[in-house]
């Protein structure tokens, strides 16, 4: 008889789950097993909102953002008779596991039915890349390459207008799209949750480099969305420095667009061997990228592990800024 799977994006959506959806579809069916694509996360699962992919059912869908299976968060899954009818939804259709494709959230619910007998791969898609047992996430190279391509834009309009644009990205609780976007845009500060700031000594500089000799009269600073303090942070500095200042909120912005090359390869690589997990009857693992290599760690192993700040990315960032 064959091995039947199911394969559902759950969360927040991320640019490269359609190719993590891709990979696990094609082997999947290369491996003589049949893929049933679950709709809308948990909620497609108690609902019914599922159907037979082939091949085909992929097509074209590698260089496209959001997920052709479409998500949503499921409040009903969190208790456990949410969970209990997870898993009878699941015995129905004859699944012999699930490929899960999303954040930490995904995962919980991934873990809870693999307990209760449903064997569970957790593959991480997350713009945020706060996901503790991996060094990367689906959709955090595109993230950051549209965080910055839109930052270079307001750079522009700002050094016309001699003002100072505070732009705000996500990153919810995690700082690193700020970090490493405020890098890469050139930056005069950057403001997460993971570090101190001090508003009085961001105004200071502001004011020594717009009266030294060769002064600039533009500036940008970056901050986390999850210091949720954006607007207070520009309203303070204009007040401080005299200096227009303007908000930009991204917003969901970095969540769309075409994935970037190596978030197609990264999700290829670990739907891929999603499969392979499943394909041998292992359940209840998450698959990361750990020195650079795709493996897969224990899923309660990996969800209790504190992902570590990117102290040394941070202070390159200050000994580096204008």
Do not use: W
């Not at 600073?221 to 007040?239: D, F, K, M, W, Y």
């Amino acid at each position: 008889m064959k091995k039947r799977i199911g394969v559902l994006t759950s969360g927040g959506d991320a640019p490269g789950m359609n190719a993590a959806v891709r990979a696990v579809a094609r082997t999947a069916i290369s491996k003589g097993m049949e893929v049933v694509g679950i709709k809308r996360g948990y909620n497609g699962l108690l609902n019914g909102d599922y159907f037979m992919m082939e091949k085909s059912s992929v097509s074209g869908i590698i260089k496209r953002g959001g997920t052709c299976l479409y998500t949503a968060r499921c409040l009903e899954f969190v208790k456990p008779e949410g969970v209990l009818k997870g898993k009878e939804r699941c015995e129905e259709l004859g699944l012999d596991g699930i490929v899960v494709i999303g954040g930490d959230g995904s995962f919980r619910g991934a873990a809870d039915l693999s307990a209760a007998g449903i064997p569970c791969i957790g593959i991480p898609g997350t713009i945020d890349n706060d996901i503790q047992c991996t060094e990367y996430t689906i959709g955090y190279d595109t993230a950051l390459n549209t965080a910055t391509e839109m930052i270079d834009k307001l750079r522009d309009t700002a050094q016309s207008h001699d003002r100072c644009s505070v732009v705000e990205v996500m990153g919810r609780k995690a700082g690193f799209i700020a970090v490493n976007v405020a890098i890469a845009v050139g930056a005069e500060a950057v403001i997460t949750l993971e570090r101190p700031y001090d508003l009085d000594a961001i105004a200071a500089k502001m004011i020594k480099v717009r009266n030294s000799k060769n002064g600039k009269h533009h500036f940008l600073i970056v901050v986390a969305e999850g210091v949720g303090q954006t607007e207070n942070i520009a309203r303070s500095l204009q007040e401080m420095t005299g200096i227009e200042s303007r908000v930009t909120v991204l917003g969901h912005v970095q969540r769309g667009g075409s994935p970037t090359l190596r978030d197609r390869v990264i999700a290829t690589e670990m739907g891929y061997h999603a499969v392979e997990l499943l394909e041998q009857g292992i359940g209840n693992r998450i698959v990361g990228l750990k020195d650079g290599k795709v493996y897969d760690i224990d899923l309660q192993e990996g969800l209790a592990m504190k992902k570590p700040f990117i102290d040394d990315r941070y202070d390159i960032f200050y000994d580096t800024a204008y």
